[in-house]
């Protein structure tokens, strides 16, 4: 294996991993997500994102898939070459392993990105002082900020990417050998 790419996932239920990006509300974090996924596909992974707890409703109601569910359908898809995209109704309750499980065992790393906090291991981006402070979280991988160190987490520039993938990398190993 390369040492400067991160490892791919064997095939398997157990093989999607997952890191959290913990996004305070109202932060502007699409642009840096869209650059973190690029980087890390460059870097030779099959990268899935997971968009968590967006609110009570998806916002389709004027669309397809929104108008098929209202009228009695259970799952919905658009497809395009190359594309297909599916929503499907599920539990009131639905837990994030359970949501990661549908997104199949071909993705190395699923970005789940969520408001508020979740059981996952995640990043932080945003400046201190924002709603979310969680600096001595022991599921707090990283802190992305121009703002310089919160608490003892390692604190990376918005553009670092590359210290991110290299501090994701060991992280992933590991997990990767507790999941085969």
Known sequence: MDPG???????????????????????PGEAWLDSLVNY?????????????GAGDKLADDRKDTGRFREAGAVATALAAPGLLQMTMATAASLAIEEALAHLGPDLDLVV?????????????????GTAVSQGDDPQLLA??????????????????????????????????????
Not at 5 to 22: D, I, M, T, W
Not at 41 to 49: A, F, H, K, M, P
Not at 112 to 128: A, H, N
């Open 143 to 180: 802190v992305v900020t121009e703002a310089g160190q919160i608490g003892t987490a390692p604190t990376f520039p918005p553009a670092d990417f590359k210290g991110l993938a290299n501090l994701l990398r060991p992280w992933l190993s590991q997990r990767l050998a507790r999941n085969p």
């Open 5 to 27: 790419r991160l490892p791919k996932a064997s095939p398997g239920p157990s093989s999607v991993q997952a890191v959290g990006l913990l996004i305070p509300a109202g932060f």
């Open 40 to 52: 890390l596909t460059n870097q030779g992974l099959t990268v899935g994102v997971l968009l968590w």
């Open 112 to 128: 789940v990105v969520g408001t508020r906090p979740f059981p996952l291991p995640y990043i932080l981006l945003g400046e201190p």
